[in-house]
């Protein structure tokens, strides 16, 4: 027996699928990119002379960090994984240090340079990007 469509549902679901294929990795692009530039506002605190032992300035464990060499803001990679998969990370061939500044050592307290900006992305940028793609998904589902 063959069954008419009537409801246009396959169509609806056609739609919508292509409508999640091409926006997310927009999406994910967006976010990464604002991470990574957060990011590097995180470690672009005062500068410190090379020279100066850093537990003499009163700003070190602050955010931003401070910096002497700009090298740790420079190891900061984005990579894409897949269409929908990115990350971001301190490359330890560039700053080997980078995981001692984020997580802090026994003698130092973290200063989580890239968890901060994924927080202050995530809560500045959520409710936007989420309204955006849901409205998206209502025009492609209700046509």
């Excluded at 739609?15 to 995180?42: C, F, Q, W």
């Amino acid at each position: 027996m063959n069954r008419v469509d009537t409801t246009r549902w396959k169509l609806k679901v056609r739609r919508i699928e292509g409508y999640m294929a091409s926006s997310i990795p927009i999406l994910v692009k967006k976010l990464i990119d604002e991470v990574h530039k957060e990011t590097i506002k995180n470690l672009s605190g005062p500068q410190i002379k090379p020279g100066i032992p850093g537990y003499a300035d009163d700003r070190i464990g602050e955010s931003p960090v401070p910096r002497r060499t700009s090298m740790l803001a420079h190891s900061i990679k984005r990579e894409k994984m897949t269409d929908v998969l990115m990350r971001i990370y301190s490359d330890p061939k560039v700053a080997p240090y980078g995981k001692y500044v984020h997580d802090g050592t026994r003698k130092m307290k973290p200063r989580r340079f890239l968890k901060d900006a994924i927080e202050k992305v995530k809560s500045k940028n959520w409710k936007e990007i989420k309204a955006t793609f849901m409205d998206g998904l209502q025009k492609r589902g209700r046509a």
